[in-house]
């Protein structure tokens, strides 16, 4: 089965910039998309591998696919943003990535 | 405003069925498909499968086929996941989301939670 791996937790400070990376075998042939996940709140689609993202999510939020890696970046990196960030493609069926924790120190 | 509504939380005994629902509004229910995605306390997001809002078709991932079924009614917006016989396993937060086929999930529900325990 397909498989896409996550780092489990990325740290950064506010106002910094933070990448999550998502690894995935041929993935520069899918769509990655991206989604916001917190705490007992539902999942926010956040962006795609074209950085198409839907209306009120911030341009802080991109995305980009090179090879096997697909990388979301969030820049000036606030409170707020601290949440578990999901990679999802379809492979027949859908498939999440395991989900990064980002912690803003 | 596009909205999925999700009914509430459900406490089960194992082998009980449970039929929980999504309610659709905001938007032409028949041009999305409605998908189920479960995630387990402390774990990530787990597809569970998507369902044509008119209820004709039906995909399962792998992992939850024969396990549970999808269901929907145009006619009320609602689209449907259904246990015949819950198992303890089965314990998660259930969320619906609207996708258009091989799309991002772009909206999603609150979320059920589903509490399986004898």
């Known amino acids: 089965s397909y498989v896409l791996t996550q780092p489990p937790s990325v740290s950064v400070a506010p106002g910094q910039t933070a990448r999550i990376t998502c690894g995935g075998s041929d993935l520069e042939t899918k769509i990655v998309h991206w989604y916001q996940h917190k705490p007992g709140q539902a999942p926010v689609r956040l962006v795609n591998g074209d950085s198409d993202r839907p209306s009120g999510i911030p341009d802080r939020f991109s995305a980009s696919t090179s090879g096997n890696m697909a990388t979301l970046t969030i820049t000036r990196v606030e409170a707020g943003d601290e949440a578990d960030y999901y990679c999802?493609?379809?492979?027949?069926?859908?498939?999440f990535g395991a989900g990064t924790q980002l912690t803003v120190l | 405003e596009v909205q999925l509504v999700q009914s509430g939380a459900e406490v089960k005994k194992p082998a009980e069925s449970l039929k929980m629902s999504c309610k659709a509004s905001g938007y032409v229910f028949t041009d999305y498909w409605i998908g189920w995605v479960r995630q387990v306390s402390g774990q990530g997001l787990e597809w569970v499968g998507m369902?044509?809002?008119?209820?004709?078709?039906?995909r399962y991932s792998p992992s939850f086929q024969g396990q549970v079924s999808l269901s929907a009614d145009k006619s009320t917006n609602t689209a449907y996941l259904q246990w015949h016989s819950l198992k303890s396993s089965d314990s998660a937060v259930y969320f619906c989301?609207?996708?258009?086929?091989?799309?991002?999930?772009?909206?999603w529900g609150q979320g059920t939670i589903l509490i399986v325990s004898s």
């Open positions: 999802h493609v379809w492979h027949t069926h859908a498939v």
């Open positions: 369902v044509y809002a008119d209820g004709s078709h039906a």
């Open positions: 989301a609207r996708l258009r086929l091989y799309d991002a999930f772009d909206v």
